[in-house]
């Protein structure tokens, strides 16, 4: 597990790792284990931005929208909803 004071870094791993092993014996041993919000590669970076994966729901409106249109086009939604249908109403603010 790693930990940052701003998704840009400078990320620090946490000594006691309680969640994930860095050694899987007999097969190998890792020097690090990153996360998924750690974005160690600049081209990754520069096409992702610094957050890929943004939390709440005005961060993701578009993509929620634009997979609402992906499912309805394919016909697997009986109506197009709208994305405030999907989460309940405390949520909408974040």
């Given at each position: 597990?790693?930990?940052?004071?701003s998704?840009?870094?400078?990320?620090?791993e946490?000594?006691?790792?309680?969640?994930?092993?860095?050694?899987?014996?007999?097969?190998?041993?890792?020097?690090?284990?990153?996360?998924?919000?750690?974005?160690?590669?600049?081209?990754?970076?520069?096409?992702?931005?610094?957050?890929?994966?943004?939390n709440?729901?005005?961060?993701?409106?578009?993509?929620?929208?634009?997979?609402?249109?992906?499912?309805?086009?394919?016909?697997?939604?009986?109506?197009?909803?709208?994305?405030?249908?999907?989460?309940?109403?405390?949520?909408?603010?974040t």
């Amino acid at each position: 597990m790693a930990y940052a004071d701003s998704p840009e870094g400078p990320w620090k791993e946490y000594e006691a790792n309680p969640l994930i092993a860095r050694e899987w014996a007999p097969h190998y041993k890792v020097s690090h284990v990153s996360g998924p919000h750690a974005i160690w590669i600049e081209e990754e970076r520069r096409l992702l931005g610094v957050d890929p994966w943004p939390n709440g729901f005005k961060q993701n409106r578009a993509n929620l929208e634009r997979f609402i249109g992906y499912a309805s086009d394919q016909g697997l939604l009986q109506r197009k909803l709208s994305v405030e249908e999907l989460f309940v109403e405390a949520t909408l603010d974040t």
